[in-house]
């Protein structure tokens, strides 16, 4: 488990209820989670001895990349990768040649590096272009799923009512509690 913020939380307390052994890495590690049984441990120890690494971070420059080659070298073989953070995360093109080899065991995206030119768009009429996604799509072993992990009840409901505090507070003039700034 790499990142173990409010979805990574929710994804580890599902695991644990499955009865896995879970290792988590966070540079902010949670105290509620350890007693849970979760175990932290360093990055390269999450990554060289899971079966299953599930992706839960922000894309930040840190994080741009994370899984490359260099760290598709290290995994267990076999192993499975879910992403369901940022497509970013990981370089695709590194993927592949980690499937195509049998490192990489499974992967599970619903997110993928490029997906504006590709989700949420009709394009049953067109030919993609992009080989990359045409490459993850001839492997049996991906499952490619088009950013659709936000797309409940809960979560479009949690959407709106940020969307319209939002607006109200930005209209009243109160403190905004989500306002991005730009760096000067």
Known sequence: MIGTGQIGAIFCEIMLGFGCEVFAFDIYESNDLKAKGVEYKSFDEIISNSDIISLHCPLTPETHHLFN????TKIKKGVMIINTCRGAVIKTSDTIEALKSGK???LGMDVYEQEENL???DLSESIIQDE???QLISFSNVLITSHQGFFTNEALEE???TTIKNLTDFES???LENEVKLKA
């Open 69 to 72: 080659r260099s760290v598709f």
């Open 132 to 134: 990359l996604i045409l």
């Open 104 to 106: 990489l065991g499974y």
């Open 159 to 161: 959407i709106a009512t």
């Open 173 to 175: 003039g109160a403190a």
């Open 119 to 121: 989700f949420f768009r």
